[in-house]
């Protein structure tokens, strides 16, 4: 990890001593080092836009915000990390079998979400940004959610996210349902009963699965191996809770909030 950054400011890590449920929030964050920040050909202008564009904007707020209003008994842990996603996607899997690379959106970027060039493609500078930024975030998170299981038997995460209205030129499939709410699922690691959980804890609102997007974080050393590990993914659409690009709706991230501490308490008993 470069030297400016510590995993303190890289991220921030909450231990509870008696809930599975660990909340995950890997794209709230917007901070680039500056390091980082010269390698990328964008104006300070065009960044600020794609850095907005690209954000899920208060997901952190929403995750801490249930966290408070959780029982105390049920508290989740939780994972939130404080790095722009442009300087390194940490839910992007680092081969060629990610999907997104062929967009310029692998756990690298070298495209903006239009299209142009983010940074100049560099298999080197690509190695230093995997190497200082993303397996560290990959490690300390796959760490965490191995102390979950040491202490309690297993892990629920809950990976939360949120999405614009329309699709940004570099989504795959612009025809795909927009819901309120997506749920992601994954074959091996989303039980009947979590996405039960998190369809009840969000009812009021339009919950569909797997549209727009797919899937849901576990750490690759328990990825397809591992039950213990249970995981859905949380897809809020921004329109729900933000007045414009960034600007919440306070009582709208209220009643999200409210939903998020439900589907916590829900998955900390099963």
Known sequence: MDPDLTSSTAWTARRTDNSPVLIHVPHAGTHIPAAVRQAIVLSDEDLATEIDRMTDWHTDLIAASAQLISEPSRRASSFTNHLSRLVVDPERFTDETEVMRIVGMGAVYTKTSDGRPLRNPAPSHEAHLLESYFHPYA???????????????????????????????????????????????????????????????????????????????????????????????????RDLYLADVTQPIDRNVRRLTESMARLVESSSVS
């Open 139 to 237: 490690e300390a998170l796959a760490d965490m959610v191995d102390e979950i299981i040491a202490s309690v038997g297993h892990c629920t995460i809950i990976d939360l996210h949120s999405y614009p209205r329309s699709a940004l030129p570099y989504e795959l499939d612009h025809t795909a349902r927009r819901p309120e709410i997506c749920l992601g699922t994954d074959p091996f690691h989303t039980p009947g009963w979590l996405t039960a959980a998190a369809r009840e804890a969000f009812a009021g609102y339009e919950v569909d699965e797997n549209t727009p997007f797919a899937g849901t974080y576990v750490p690759l050393r328990r990825y397809g191996t591992d039950q213990r590990v249970t995981s859905v993914m949380v897809e809020i659409r």
